[in-house]
């Protein structure tokens, strides 16, 4: 019989307490992107809401979030936008500054990255507080687009991020929950 997708991604996710500070459960995902069966079926999930819809770029978080961004673009015959840390991308950019847990960052993307209109997908590997999730989807409706959902492989819902995502109106798809950070 085969695993359920939940089994299969509990297997191939490491948890590491205690990082990156004491009382944390960081959730790691290069064990799964390492396991080629588990890598491909959360791939394979992620895209199958959207597959035979017309889905114009994929917008993926920096650094995780390119990794599977990029394969449920290759897979949906999408474009691929990186959204980087400012001071990453070598082009004009617009840029969006979002508050963490110790202060303000700004990420930002090209701004010919998306046009007006185009119809894309967020993909990131985790939603917890939904800050980073929330400035991603600000600086892609700067530029006008049309954003049709946000995909994760994890979610912890006790913090919160799913809620604030769809408070802002953008549908939340996640493949697996964790109790706890």
Do not use: W
């Not at 597959?51 to 015959?77: N, P, W, Y």
């Not at 082009?91 to 090209?110: F, I, K, N, P, W």
């Amino acid at each position: 019989m085969k695993p359920s997708l939940e089994d299969t991604l509990l297997a191939a996710i490491r948890t590491i307490p205690d990082y990156p500070k004491p009382g944390i459960l960081f959730r790691d995902i290069t064990t799964l992107l390492g396991n080629a069966r588990a890598f491909r079926r959360a791939i394979d999930e992620l895209v199958h809401p959207y597959a035979g819809q017309k889905i114009d770029k994929i917008a993926g978080i920096e650094a995780r979030g390119f990794i599977l961004g990029g394969a449920v673009a290759h897979q949906l015959s999408a474009g691929f936008v990186p959204i980087r840390k400012k001071g990453k991308l070598p082009y004009e950019t617009v840029r969006v500054a979002y508050s963490l847990e110790y202060g303000l960052d700004e990420m930002e993307m090209h701004r010919d990255g998306v046009s007006p209109g185009e119809k894309v997908i967020l993909v990131d590997d985790l939603i917890a507080t939904g800050g980073t999730a929330a400035a991603a989807v600000e600086l892609l409706r700067q530029i006008g687009a049309d954003i049709l959902a946000a995909c994760f492989v994890i979610d912890l819902p006790d913090l919160g991020g799913r809620d604030k995502l769809e408070a802002l109106g953008v549908p939340v798809r996640t493949l697996i929950g964790f109790e706890g950070h």
